[in-house]
């Protein structure tokens, strides 16, 4: 859950590099209130989702951005703007084997994991066999990848229904938004 702190802390990459266009805030109330409604409007946004957005919108722009600007590069970044499969494996597979070889440790695995803001690329990544990609030799890196590529294609459905199936059961009852997540979880797998 996104804090005051954390809006704070992601407007301070909008201010290190000197984005124009500042808004008209000239009390600490008026600042905090600002802090406030932001922090409540992104509450279903993980803290290190909006800090990357605001880095990368930081890295892009040359102004400051809207409310909706952020909130659709957090959603961008929790839903995943699916990349093509083959370009997810280029730029993950490196660092995967490197946490999964012999002598790496679990802690740099998991924390691998949560650097990884596309769910769509974390769950692929954790549920492929990063141990039997880095064992094998140069000519099985194909079949690897391939494998690798039906996981997250798999993955990234799963998610288009999952979404479609919320915004479906957007207005229902309690009971039948159950049925209708049930539904979507039986179908999804």
Request: hydrophobic share 35%; aromatic share 10%; with cysteine.
């Amino acid at each position: 859950m996104i804090t005051p702190e954390t809006v704070s802390a992601g407007f301070k990459y909008f201010k290190m590099k000197n984005l124009k266009g500042r808004p008209n805030i000239n009390t600490t109330a008026e600042y905090q209130d600002m802090l406030n409604v932001w922090s409540e409007s992104l509450d279903d946004i993980e803290p290190h989702i909006f800090i990357k957005a605001c880095k990368m919108i930081s890295d892009e722009s040359t102004f400051y951005p809207a409310f909706a600007e952020v909130r659709s590069r957090c959603d961008e970044l929790m839903t995943g703007k699916t990349e093509n499969s083959a370009v997810v494996w280029n730029k993950i597979k490196s660092q995967m084997i490197a946490v999964h070889g012999p002598y790496s440790n679990l802690e740099d695995r998991e924390s691998l994991f949560k650097n990884i803001a596309c769910p769509i690329i974390r769950e692929a990544a954790k549920s492929f066999d990063w141990r039997q990609y880095g064992q094998s030799n140069k000519s099985q890196e194909l079949f690897y990848q391939r494998d690798f590529e039906k996981i997250y294609n798999a993955v990234a459905e799963n998610q288009k229904f999952q979404k479609t199936a919320d915004r479906v059961s957007i207005g229902m009852g309690d009971e039948v938004k159950s049925l209708v997540n049930d539904i979507a979880q039986k179908i999804a797998g």
